[in-house]
């Protein structure tokens, strides 16, 4: 099977040759390749012929990086939503993703899924913004659920454009939970997120896109939840916050797939008798009877050295293949 049909068979829970593998974002390319992407204000500066080899020389980073990891899909950046800018990492205009994502399909869409995506639901407030948005929620919240519902239907727009331009898996990368539970209430998250996750879901599914779940912590509280919104899979899966993924599959039933619990706090610190344990963990728990695909329980980021999440994936190499 391809590393594509992988993904896919998971998505749809069935059972692949090799359990799929990929990452909701990798930022070690120039570890990894030699050649750093150029984003952000970077890119920004940049225009004309300049700024379309600056695209180019991306989406050969972003191939090259995918081929030797034996990633199932390449995640391609996001330009800045209302209110929020991804640091230093993103493209300046949506019209730049959206040629990035259509090259890379072109070129590599027989192979690897393009994945892209937003999520209009509400996330965990900063630090300066908890506050307030707590005070608006008990005040206003009528005016609330007024913008979360204009809100997701920009979002359903800017994510159907990446499908037509050859995204079909949209990770809805949305943060809902502490180390200890849910920022907001099952009865608050009921109210003021899910309805609009699954109207969401539902949207990206009819479009034709594979829809992706990430939230880290505690998920236990709202899970059921989560999977009555109908997404293809469930991402992180997150050990650091007691997540077991042998619990969670139980619970889940087949009735969607999960992505991760790979500890990303040991491939960190470099605990490498830890990595080789939770890579381990997650395989033997996650792979029987399918649904599986093979990930940290955050992603790949700076500071992080290379050789440790090589040795994750030379688990994977060593464990991953299911019995025909």
Known sequence: MTPKERAIAALELRIPDVVPTMEIDFELNEQLTGKKLILGSDLEKLSGKEKKSALHHNIDVYITTARMLDYSAITVHPTPTPGYTPGNKYYPTLDDELYVINTIYKEAGDQILVAAGIDATFSIPDGDGLVDFSYRLADEPEEVLRYADTYTEWAMDQMERMIESG???MYNCSDYCFNQGPFMSPEMFEKFIYP????????????????????????????????????????????????DIAEVKKIIRNRTAIMG??????????????????AEYALKNGMPGGGYIFSTCNSVFEGMDLENYQLMLDVRDRL?????
């Open 320 to 324: 991953g293949r299911y019995e025909v």
């Open 196 to 243: 609009f996750l699954k109207r969401q879901t539902l949207v990206l599914r009819s479009a034709g896109a594979y829809m992706i779940k990430h939230t880290d912590g505690n998920i236990l509280p709202i899970l059921e939840m989560l999977i009555d919104c109908q997404p293809h899979a469930i991402h992180s899966i997150d050990p650091i916050a007691g997540m």
């Open 167 to 169: 995204a079909s898996v």
């Open 261 to 278: 619990n790979v500890d990303s706090s040991k491939l960190q610190m470099g605990d490498r008798a830890g990595i080789v344990e939770s």
